[in-house]
């Protein structure tokens, strides 16, 4: 799937299944909400603290999309292309970065 494809795809279940879009704000709040959860996870996985029983059955990967998820929504509900964002954002790292993390070697 494109990202255009999920733009569409999420704009479509929230008119339909989820009646209507959360205010901008509220979005921006459930976003913070996803990324912790997602660092809680980070942290118990990769960092040195350990599972909580409320952890168990959490998986990195629905955890990101949900973070995807309401980008997406805060994306359509301003207006955001996020395929010409992205590529947009990647024409600014190739000319500003592009030598930028060269001294760094290989953990």
Known sequence: MTLQEAQQKVDEWIKTTGVRYFSELTNM???TEEVGEVARLMSRMYGEQSF???D???ELNDEL???L???ICIANQTGVDLTDALQKNFDK???RDKDRHQHLSEP
């Open 69 to 71: 998820w309401v980008l």
């Open 93 to 95: 790292k190739s000319s």
């Open 29 to 31: 709040a459930i976003l």
């Open 52 to 54: 909580k029983e409320s």
């Open 65 to 67: 999309a949900d973070v």
């Open 56 to 58: 168990k059955g959490k």
